[in-house]
């Protein structure tokens, strides 16, 4: 889904080319030096602009309401995790790893399951006497093969029974990729759905009542536009915020064993009070329910991207003790792409204008990430935080947030670490976590794969929920 990345915007107003894709001061530095922090930014600053913060305290992901300011370096002191330990200092956890090294770690194996699962051809296995999954504003189906991904990890048979969205675009390429097209509905909820405190519909019956009571896992990605500080107009105050409601009123009609919902960071300011309701609701129906807004690179993701994710479970609360996994970078998603030669829009990246060529060109000749303000257009020379926008990609740092314009070097740190071009949509789907079994080689068009792509969940965000779900016994 479109959103705004890591950082926090200054309060100006970008020009229409500018849609809101920037880094904050000192984002451009290279992160692999990491100079001593202020002593002011070695504690809880709720007021301090988000720069490398991640949403957890030192050693655990965080159990309050507000994102902590955590410096990058590590020092013996400092609390790290490993899978099956809450909290260790990294010398600990160097004992531990030096423990395990008669055979592969789980960071090992995670490792490599991630990578494989990204560059897998065929997609998971479904199994219809397992955990039924049901996606509403399922777009493409990244939070569905996240879950399938996690249940089939822990041996767990699993399979989507119902994903919905209003878009049929994005749908067709999760029926194609699933080869089951039974299971999704091209549906807007806001004209099915009745509210919460009402008797069950007819339409309502039709559609969900194939859905196991009590025992389905429930994921939902609502259109996050209405949240997103790339909108300017109606931010926190839009209609579809209230498009939150209408997951307790499925809820309600399917009674999920558990209940995942990701969004965009700032989600919880919406003057509708959008999450607010949705968790009252929730709670009225017997469930527990926690948030958090997690750093998606500590799970695995590579990119700055952080979401708020919202978790509703049966009988006890849902424990936010997930694994704190090593950075992933551009390097590590698409370097066997460098080479690939496809012919479809896919693997074709956009064509620049010959001025944006020769700014792509001055980037490689002055081994530059960062396009100085003298060679930008008019419109972007003022002060600005949009230090991302006409920037190159470094290989050995993540991504910057994947958005729909990242095939125009005026819409973010688009820019190939390596190649003189921007992003292929192949290149920002390895990026956004989306397999190479997903189906969209067969979209023609450019801006409907721009469009799924940046509009996509990650799926390893939903893998590693849905792991720690089955962990603790809560599906």
Request: aromatic residues 6%; glycine residues 6%; neutral net charge.
């Amino acid at each position: 889904m479109p959103e705004t990345p890591v950082d926090v915007h200054d309060g100006s107003t970008p020009c229409e080319h500018d849609i809101g894709v920037h880094d904050p001061p000192g984002r451009e530095t290279d992160r692999s030096i990491h100079p001593e922090p202020p002593s002011s930014c070695v504690q809880s600053r709720p007021d301090h602009p988000l720069r490398t913060g991640v949403a957890t305290p030192v050693g655990a992901h965080d159990s309050s309401s507000r994102l902590w300011y955590v410096w990058p370096r590590l020092s013996a002191a400092r609390p790290v995790s490993l899978p099956g330990v809450m909290s260790m200092t990294l010398h600990e956890a160097q004992l531990t790893l030096t423990a395990r090294q008669d055979g592969r770690t789980d960071i090992d194996r995670r490792y490599d399951s991630d990578r494989a699962f990204l560059r897998d051809p065929a997609p998971p296995r479904q199994d219809s006497t397992g955990t039924a999954v049901v996606d509403l504003f399922s777009s493409l189906g990244g939070l569905t093969y996240g879950a399938l991904k996690g249940l089939e990890e822990a041996n767990r048979p699993g399979h989507l029974r119902l994903a919905i969205d209003n878009d049929p675009a994005p749908l067709r390429v999760l029926g194609d990729t699933l080869n089951d097209a039974r299971s999704i509905a091209s549906v807007d909820l806001r004209s099915l759905l009745v509210p919460i405190a009402q008797r069950t519909t007819s339409a309502e019956r039709d559609l969900f009542g194939g859905v196991p009571r009590g025992s389905a896992l429930l994921l939902a990605g609502p259109p996050c536009q209405g949240h997103s500080a790339l909108n300017n107009h109606t931010r926190h105050d839009d209609p579809r915020n209230d498009l939150y409601l209408s997951i307790a009123r499925v809820a309600r009609l399917i009674e999920p064993k558990a209940i995942v919902v990701e969004n965009v960071q700032w989600v919880e300011r919406d003057r509708r009070s959008a999450v607010a309701l949705c968790a009252s609701a929730l709670e009225e129906l017997g469930y527990e329910v926690t948030s958090r807004r997690l750093d998606l690179s500590r799970l695995g993701v590579p990119q700055t991207r952080i979401r708020h994710i919202l978790v509703a479970t049966r009988h006890q609360a849902f424990r936010w003790n997930l694994p704190h996994i090593t950075t992933r970078d551009v390097r590590w998603t698409i370097e066997d792409l460098l080479d690939h030669r496809g012919t479809s829009a896919f693997d074709l990246p956009s064509r620049p204008s010959p001025e944006n060529q020769a700014r792509i060109d001055w980037l490689f000749e002055h081994d530059a990430h960062d396009l100085p303000n003298r060679l930008r257009p008019p419109c972007h020379r003022s002060e600005h935080s949009y230090r991302s926008m006409y920037g190159r990609l470094r290989w050995y740092q993540p991504a910057q947030t994947i958005t729909s314009g990242f095939g125009s070097m005026g819409q973010g740190r688009y820019v190939h670490p390596l190649r003189r071009r921007t992003l292929t949509p192949h290149e920002a789907a390895r990026l956004q976590c989306l397999p190479d079994f997903v189906s969209l080689t067969t979209e023609t068009r450019k801006t409907a794969l721009s469009t799924m792509i940046g509009n996509a969940a990650p799926p390893l965000m939903a893998t590693r929920i849905v792991e720690a779900l089955i962990d603790q016994a809560l599906i």
